[in-house]
């Protein structure tokens, strides 16, 4: 098990989501695929103590043999890898899950669930992609993917809950299926409207996370192209606007492509969050070109390109790259962003950034 997400407190409670690297594990045909079941935990703030863990999952069983003996175990996986979001109006905690590992697929995967604050119950599930099972050995041609295998299109993001300024609360949440969704939170979520905002993929689609100002949602998409059957139509790298009630598009701003030659991933797309200001969206591309979008228009107002040396400010040897999970921090005037992200083959770096809002 691993933490990936952010936490967040409410009336004392920590709140907790659990990850894991198991679907990596999967990849080893020997493997006991699989065991962990994604959880959110609520903790005690004072103390540490565990006040409840919520499974994503039932306990797994074991299943089938694969092609070299190895004892299969399902259900398993769903796991919370992206940020907790708390509404205390309501006393609840709301996750959003991604893939299960094996077979046998559940309903809790690639869904939101809404889990009382207090006592860690469920309240209620919002499943949008039904059987999605996948693990590392359905790239591989290991012996360990599950029969669904794939789409590989769980959540990374968190779900954003937002009050439009008719008074209305969505929840809303973007999918690496390219996919966005507005649920109704008062009615156990159900389904308000869906937009195609990308054509999907391994990396996203959406992958990090989404913006609004309570009028428009801010939609960064990846699109990273990554042989997945599931895509749907072409790519839509870029940044996109959605009106906040209806879903409806309103602007689109496809990137350029200005890698040049590199050893190295780059791509025009926006995989890490977005983020946003009054009249401002900020996002940084997977190329290390980091953006200030007028957000009416959708139109560039500054850019800069962070891959770049920039001495040894510290005593170390800087140089950005890749910007990727984590978004812009807007705060105080400035703009703070990471520079370097190398898990995936991107361009490696190791800068925090700050730039001044100058207007």
Same mark, same amino acid.
């Given at each position: 098990?691993?933490?990936?997400?952010?936490?967040?407190?409410?009336?004392?409670?920590?709140?907790?989501?659990?990850?894991? /690297?198991?679907?990596?594990?999967?990849?080893?045909?020997?493997? %006991?695929?699989c065991s962990f079941r994604g959880a959110v935990v609520g903790l005690s703030i004072a103390t540490g103590e565990v006040l409840w863990t919520h499974y994503t999952t039932p306990p797994p069983q074991p299943t089938t043999k694969?092609? /070299?003996?190895?004892?299969?175990?399902?259900?398993?996986?769903?796991?919370?890898?992206?940020?907790?979001?708390?509404?205390?109006k309501r006393s609840l905690v709301y996750a959003t899950t991604g893939e299960n590992y094996s077979s046998p697929a559940t309903e809790t995967s690639d869904a939101v669930i809404a889990i009382d604050l207090h006592s860690g119950e469920r309240r209620w599930v919002r499943q949008v992609t039904t059987n999605d099972a996948w693990n590392g050995a359905c790239s591989t041609g290991g012996f360990n993917c599950p029969e669904e295998n794939g789409p590989d299109f769980d959540f990374g993001a968190a779900a954003?809950?937002?009050?439009?300024?008719?008074?209305?609360?969505?929840?809303?949440?973007?999918?690496?299926?390219?996919?966005?969704?507005? /649920?109704?939170?008062?009615?156990?979520?159900?389904?308000?409207?869906?937009?195609?905002?990308?054509?999907?993929?391994?990396?996203?689609?959406?992958?990090?996370?989404?913006? %609004?100002?309570?009028?428009? /949602?801010?939609?960064?998409?990846?699109?990273?192209?990554?042989?997945?059957?599931y895509n749907v139509g072409e790519g839509q790298p870029g940044i996109h606007r959605l009106e906040l009630t209806s879903g409806a598009i309103e602007w689109r701003n496809l990137l350029p492509n200005v890698c040049g030659e590199t050893k190295f991933?780059?791509?025009?797309?926006?995989?890490?969050?977005v983020s946003s200001s009054p009249g401002l969206v900020f996002a940084g591309g997977l190329d290390g070109m980091l953006r200030a979008f007028d957000a009416e228009t959708g139109s560039i107002l500054w850019e800069t390109n962070t891959v770049q040396e920039y001495g040894d400010i510290n005593g170390v040897r800087g140089f950005g790259g890749a910007i990727e999970a984590d978004g812009p921090v807007i705060a105080g005037g400035s703009v703070y962003i990471t520079s370097g992200y190398e898990k995936w083959g991107e361009q490696p770096g190791n800068m925090l950034l700050v730039y001044s809002i100058k207007k």
């Open positions: 098990a691993t933490i990936t997400g952010a936490t967040a407190e409410a009336d004392d409670i920590l709140v907790v989501p659990v990850s894991s /690297l198991e679907i990596i594990a999967a990849s080893r045909n020997e493997y %006991s695929c694969n092609r /070299l003996g190895t004892q299969m175990q399902g259900p398993s996986g769903a796991p919370v890898w992206s940020g907790i979001t708390i509404e205390t954003l809950l937002i009050e439009s300024k008719s008074g209305q609360d969505l929840l809303v949440v973007g999918q690496k299926s390219g996919m966005v969704f507005a /649920l109704d939170p008062d009615a156990d979520g159900e389904l308000l409207w869906e937009t195609r905002a990308g054509s999907g993929g391994t990396m996203g689609g959406i992958h990090y996370g989404m913006s %609004s100002d309570g009028d428009g /949602l801010f939609v960064g998409v990846s699109d990273l192209p990554t042989n997945n059957p991933l780059c791509f025009q797309g926006i995989s890490a969050a």
